[in-house]
């Protein structure tokens, strides 16, 4: 909250947003950068520390590869659409899109190539990670993003056949591209994993003995192995639900629960709203609106927001999307 309301007083004036919003996407790409690097040079380490595990998956500066898929997600997805913001699309000519392929392959201006070689780099580190949900949740929302971007050339008939057909082409060509790590995690353990599933249930028998006021905050990992079904394997310290929502109505009761998600999503209204209110700086409540969703969407099946390293920033971004849903000239 601390973090959502600073974002949103900062971003009040439209040039701090944009501030913000770059330096977002520029720290992302230096965390990218490390992680590369790190991930190559010294895979067992942590910054300093040694890894506990995950060896194999590149982290970046998390622990858990999933909530690094899901941040480095985040941050291709500011670098995609700022690179589309510089590509020229001209919905008159009669092949716009060739135009916009021509602006960024054939004569490239010095601000497309960073904007790509950037995007190159963080979707590079998200692949990386082998986290199978953060991988296609982070691609599903770029192009959603971008969709919505581009909602006034596409059309209708564009953005509810054409360009769902191009994206999801896109995604399994650099799923076979890029993403061997996430095709391994597959072909092992398929969509999911069953002891996830079996905490679910166990998890919801939980909020059955305590529907109205849970079992207490930062409770769950005490009263979990009480509720642990015999279908979850032995292996490992179930410590969270790895479902945000489900871990709050355990802890705090359904009807808390239920705020928490009416919050949230009168916060995605207001910043639709603003999506086609805004014209001039559109990007700033696009951008935080699809974080958000993203950031939302995988929280059902894992604990990202409550990593602070990555719900701090997203809260931040969501805060400026907020502040900007409205012209400065209406305030």
Same mark, same amino acid.
């Given at each position: *909250?601390?973090?959502? =309301? ?10 701090? !947003?944009?501030? /913000?919003?770059?330096?977002? !996407? ?5 965390? #990218? ?34 909530? #690094? ?10 670098? !995609? $659409? *700022? /690179? ?16 916009? &392929? ?13 904007? &790509? ?24 929302? +770029? ?10 050339? %596409? ?8 360009? @769902?057909?191009?994206? #999801? ?5 650099? %799923? ?34 305590? @529907?109205?006021?849970?079992?207490? $905050? ?5 009263? &979990? ?6 279908? =979850? ?27 928490? +998600? ?8 207001? *910043?639709?709203?603003? +999506? /086609? =209110? ?10 935080? &609106? ?23 920033? +997203? ?17």
């Amino acid at each position: *909250m601390l973090a959502m =309301v600073t974002g949103f007083l900062v971003s009040r004036d439209r040039r701090a !947003a944009h501030f /913000l919003l770059r330096a977002f !996407a520029a720290s992302g790409l230096v965390y #990218a950068l490390y992680g590369i690097f790190s991930f190559c040079v010294w895979p067992d380490y942590v910054l300093w520390h040694a890894k506990v595990g995950y060896r194999n998956s590149l982290v970046g500066t998390f622990i858990n590869p999933n909530v #690094a898929a899901v941040y480095f997600g985040s941050c291709a997805m500011v670098w !995609a $659409l *700022m /690179l589309a913001k510089a590509l020229p699309v001209n919905s008159a000519s009669r092949y716009p899109w060739r135009d916009t &392929f021509d602006a960024l392959f054939t004569r490239p201006s010095g601000t497309v190539v960073i904007g &790509f070689t950037a995007c190159f780099v963080v979707l590079s580190a998200m692949f990386m990670t082998g986290s199978r949900a953060g991988s296609i949740f982070s691609m599903l929302a +770029i192009t959603g993003a971008l969709a919505t971007l581009y909602r006034r050339e %596409l059309g209708l008939r564009g953005l509810l056949l054409t360009f @769902p057909l191009y994206s #999801a082409g896109t995604i399994v060509v650099a %799923l076979q591209i890029f993403g061997s790590r996430v095709e391994q995690r597959f072909d092992s353990e398929g969509l999911s994993d069953s002891g996830r599933w079996n905490t679910y249930l166990s998890t919801v028998n939980i909020i059955g003995d305590h @529907p109205w006021l849970g079992s207490g $905050l930062g409770t769950f990992r005490w009263v &979990f192995p009480k509720y642990r079904s015999g279908e =979850v394997p032995i292996a490992g310290i179930w410590d969270r639900a790895h479902s945000v929502t489900l871990e709050i109505a355990s802890e705090m009761g359904i009807p808390f629960a239920l705020l928490i +998600i009416v919050g949230w999503l009168l916060l995605l209204i207001v *910043m639709g709203r603003g +999506i /086609l =209110v805004r014209k001039r700086d559109e990007i700033l409540p696009l951008a935080a &609106f699809w974080i958000s969703v993203l950031a939302l969407l995988h929280s059902q099946i894992d604990f990202s927001l409550q990593i602070p390293g990555f719900a701090v920033p +997203i809260c931040a971004i969501v805060g400026m999307g907020l502040a900007q849903t409205s012209s400065s000239q209406s305030r």
